[in-house]
Nanobody
Framework: QVQVVESGGGNVQAGGSLRLSCAVS????????VGWYRQAAGKQRELVAT???????NYADSVKGRFTVSRDNDKQAVYLQMNSLKPEDTAVYYC???????????????WGQGTQVTVSS
């Protein structure tokens, strides 16, 4: 089985910073990409940032210049440093890992349970 576990959410004032962490563990043959998504109340889940293996990260326009995604391949971890937070960044943030559990398994998306980020004005 594969586990994806986020941590680091919380409450912060506008202009502040938070760092989210995500640990991917279990039966993993290969990881093609990791990333972060978010879902605000009453809205659809949206991409925040992705980090394909061996390539450069991609960011949503709304977070460019403020958020930075990084990964530690040895620890199978991914991080999201969020600076200059705005009230509109308030959402549940989900970690995503696109991976293949075994050599004969198909590649699939695995999700964490989500962590709440609340930015007050």
């Amino acid at each position: 089985q594969v586990q994806v576990v986020e941590s680091g959410g919380g409450n912060v004032q506008a202009g502040g910073s938070l760092r989210l962490s995500c640990a991917v563990s279990g039966r993993i043959r290969s990881i093609s990409a990791v990333g972060w998504y978010r879902q605000a109340a009453g809205k659809q889940r949206e991409l925040v940032a992705t980090f394909p293996t061996g390539r450069s990260p991609n960011y949503a326009d709304s977070v460019k210049g403020r958020f930075t995604v990084s990964r530690d391949n040895d620890k199978q971890a991914v991080y999201l440093q969020m600076n200059s937070l705005k009230p509109e960044d308030t959402a549940v943030y989900y970690c995503n890992a696109r991976l293949r559990p075994g050599a004969w398994d198909r590649e699939s998306d695995y999700w964490g349970q989500g962590t709440q980020v609340t930015v007050s004005s």
